[in-house]
Each structure stands twice: as structure tokens, then as C-alpha cells.
């Protein structure tokens, strides 16, 4: 990730948001990369909905994060899956 897009996306995090707050993650993954995503979500429900082939899957979290800097920071580990799409 580019140091200004993060920089960038933090600012707009904190005028979007009153940390802590609940955040909703939404990501798009090959259909066997959905248990890598969850893994970043330890005790969280994940909904998921599959694409019209079932390649790829949506996966769906609800968080209360306490900063614009731990949302960043799942972001980030996020980006290490192979074939991940953020939303």
C-alpha cells in the first residue's frame, strides 16, 4: 500500500468515524482464501456470499475497531492474501 493512500484513507477514516466505532470490512477473495480472510477476524461472524460461478466469495465483517490505525492495520494484513479485493 502507498504511504500517501494511507495517509490519505486515515484522515478520512477519522472525519467519518468517533473512534471507537462499529466498521464494516468487506472483501472479495477466491473461493479458498475465505479462511485466511476470517482468520484476521478472530471471534467475529463473517457472512459470505458466493459470485454467480462460485470463484470468488464476499466476505463480510462487522467490528467495533478503536482506531482509524487498527482498521488500517487489518487493511494491511488483508493485503498479504493472494487475489484479495478490498471494498
Not at 2 to 15: A, P, V
Amino acid at each position: 500500500m502507498d504511504k500517501q493512500w494511507l495517509t490519505n484513507f486515515h484522515e478520512k477514516l477519522d472525519q467519518h468515524y468517533a473512534w471507537p466505532s462499529l466498521y464494516v470490512f468487506k472483501f472479495i477473495v477466491p473461493e479458498n482464501k475465505t479462511i485466511e480472510v476470517k482468520s484476521l477476524f478472530p471471534n467475529h461472524i463473517a457472512s459470505e456470499k458466493p459470485s454467480k460461478n462460485g470463484n470468488y466469495i464476499s466476505v463480510t465483517i462487522e467490528m467495533m475497531m478503536p482506531s482509524s490505525a487498527a482498521v488500517i492495520e487489518i487493511y494491511q494484513s488483508a493485503a498479504k492474501i493472494e487475489g484479495i479485493i478490498a471494498l
